[in-house]
């Protein structure tokens, strides 16, 4: 596997959906090295997901050399866009295919004339919450009810210290 090719970011099409589990598969694998090592082992997103977003713009891929390596999903709401998962196949994280997926993303926000564009995420995880404080997403010390409705229902699922983070786009 070349990692110095080109990655090029786009919107995705639904021939993309078929690459996504395995990419979301490899992208769980970096939570081993953390207290959540379990979420390597949970299961993916069901493809009947996808189509959906991708027919509302609100899927985009990282591709590599023909490859899709990366993806970002996302839901439209009233008030943002709501960033649903960004996953990046193992052997090319920290190579800035996340903070290109969730550029396109946050352009789009500001393409839709959203206000905003938020998350839920790990508070631990040196690539969740810190990565996106970097790309200027702030915690929400008091979510609003939609966030908070997301984060109980992940807790529900077994996933502890999470945050929700907001972006004004």
């Given amino acids: 596997m070349n990692l110095s090719v080109e990655i090029l ?16 598969r490899s992208a769980a694998e970096a939570f081993r090295a953390t207290a959540h090592g379990w979420v390597a ?12 977003m991708v ?17 970002v999903s996302s839901n439209t709401t009233p008030d943002a866009l709501h960033i649903a998962e960004l996953a990046v196949a193992m052997p090319y994280q920290r ?21 905003a564009v938020t998350l839920t995420t790990f508070r631990d995880v040196a690539f ?4 996106y404080r970097k790309l200027g997403f702030a915690v929400l010390d008091a979510p609003p009810p939609r966030l908070q409705a997301i984060l109980a229902a992940e807790q529900a699922r077994g996933l502890e210290n999470r945050c929700a983070m907001r972006l004004v786009a």
């Fill in 9 to 24: 970011v786009r919107r995705a099409r639904l021939l993309d959906v078929a690459a996504l589990p395995s990419v979301e």
């Fill in 41 to 52: 082992d949970d299961g993916v997103t069901e493809s009947e997901v996808y189509p959906p």
């Fill in 55 to 71: 027919f509302a713009g609100s899927l985009w891929v990282a591709e590599a050399a023909g490859e899709i390596i990366g993806f």
């Fill in 95 to 115: 190579r800035g295919a996340g903070m290109r997926l969730m550029q396109a993303a946050i352009e789009a926000a500001q393409a839709r004339g959203l206000p």
């Fill in 128 to 131: 969740n919450a810190p990565f």
